[in-house]
């Protein structure tokens, strides 16, 4: 059933057995996972079915540095589906590697592996609608692929890992009918929550109040509780509840919001091969209609020998900004950039600012290749806008051979990264938040050494060369700032209260019924993008809380009144 707090009468208490905050990636899974469990499920959204000015007003707050970091409102979606209403849908697993503690990574380690990610991912994949569970390249097509760069010989670097894509599928408009189908689970929409009861011995939830824009208060009685509102929104939650928790919910170790990770991603170089163009920069597409691309991955060998964080990397088209590419795709996005969405239109030209001269070199490049700009205009067209399951990106060919290297790197823990909340208040008086994103020196040296070794690989192979600024490193992964859509780390997993927030079934330490799900609990970043794992993760919590609906102690349910609102 869905329903939405205009037809709920201010003042009503409700009852469930497990009441979920957020309907984005993992609230939504959680609800799928938990439908036809016997539990009595609630889904609460603050948003509803459809973006609202005044709802995503609701995600403003402030942040340390403009030019490192996104303010928190942009990038993220307060509606249901959450960000998934605007995501790209690249789908990765954790490496085995992003799971072990490695001395020269500070507060890494997990305290699970994958293999006890393992049985959830085929599940999170088909939700993601990625197909299916197989990301090494030999194993996914049994055709024989084109080589992602011929003649390529490293020992550095695997072209055999993938990346599948998702339709994207925007999880509100995918399963809301599932939902609404549902008998036992229950979606209510426009409900934000604003404050958790505690029962008197502060070891389990009691209760959350729900707040609307138009003011009605609704209270909610749960068994269970699970905050799956995004990475950063976690944080605000656990924060500002400070009735039961002077220091805010689970935060006795002063560990909620620190270790704030993105991504360390960007684009540097230029590959340049004489004679023919030996590169591969495409899609594949497999039998069943998934479109995969292939990506340079650091070996976990080279990894550990240089004592460096996780890397992919993949051949990108020029860069878009300098009308040095004479492409006149490439031309027309950088002239049309004011109708390309913040989110990507601030990577493909951040906010650089162009000169009467090169306005008109990019005028020229579009009127020099308009077959060109046709073709490309039908081809996504067709392919994305009008298909179910959309090109995911735009793919250039260069003519001159020219490609630049996109990476997407692990960020390293740093207790120094921090989400904490501002002097400022919300509508429903709730502090907003104030996001002080920070690399570190192993960040940049990540960077730096698999770069390096790229372009040895490509000169030692004979296949042209790869030149870039050794010194422009730490200036390309911060010219567009912190990957925006990576909310984690904030609430990180772990055995040992004094150093994590939740445990390794992401139960949050010393309360017995109250569970984060999302980018937050993962303790480190990975290569990977994170909302498979984040959906894999959901699906075992999902499996838990069916495990263990029963076994929350009938004293503590059943005891005393809650800490009053
Ligand atoms: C532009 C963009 C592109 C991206 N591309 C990719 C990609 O290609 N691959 C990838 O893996 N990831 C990508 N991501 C990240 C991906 O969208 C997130 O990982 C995913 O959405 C996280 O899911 P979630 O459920 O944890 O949080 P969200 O999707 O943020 O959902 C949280 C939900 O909680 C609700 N909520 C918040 N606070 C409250 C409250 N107090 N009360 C009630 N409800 C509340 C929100 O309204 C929202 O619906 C991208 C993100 C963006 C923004």
Known sequence: MIDDTVQVPDGTALATDVCIVGAGAAGITLALELADSGLQVLLVESGGLEAEDAVQKLYEGQVADERLHSAPHRYRQRRFGGST????????PLDPI???????VSASGWPIDLSDLLPFY???NRICEAGEFEYRASAAFQRPLQPMIEGLNSEH???DSLERFSCPTDFG?????RLRASANVRVLLHANLTQINFHPNRTAVHSVLLQTLDRKRISVECRQLVLAAGGLEV???LLANRDAWPDGVGNSHDLVGRYYMCHIAGTIGTLKQPGRDRVWHNYDVTDDGIYCRRRLALTPETQRKLRIGNFIGRLHHPRITDPQHRTAVLSALQLAKGLISYEYGKRLHGGEAMTWGTWARHVGNVLGGVGELFAFGHHMARDRFLAARKFPSVIVKSTA???SLDFHAEQEPNAASRVQLSQERDELGV???LIDWRYTALDVETVRAAVQLFAQDIAGSGIGVFEYDPQSIETEITRYGAYGGHHLGTARMGRDPRTSVVDPQCRVHGIDNLFVAGGAVFPTSSQANPTLSIVALAVRLAAHLRATAGSIRPSVIASADAVAP
């Open 85 to 92: 209403t605007i995501w790209g849908g690249r789908c990765a």
């Open 98 to 104: 992003d799971f072990e503690a490695r001395d020269y």
């Open 122 to 124: 085929p599940r999170a």
């Open 157 to 159: 670097f695997t072209t």
């Open 173 to 177: 408009g995918r399963y809301a009918h």
């Open 235 to 237: 944080v605000r939650i």
């Open 401 to 403: 051979g020219h490609y």
């Open 431 to 433: 502090p907003r938040l």
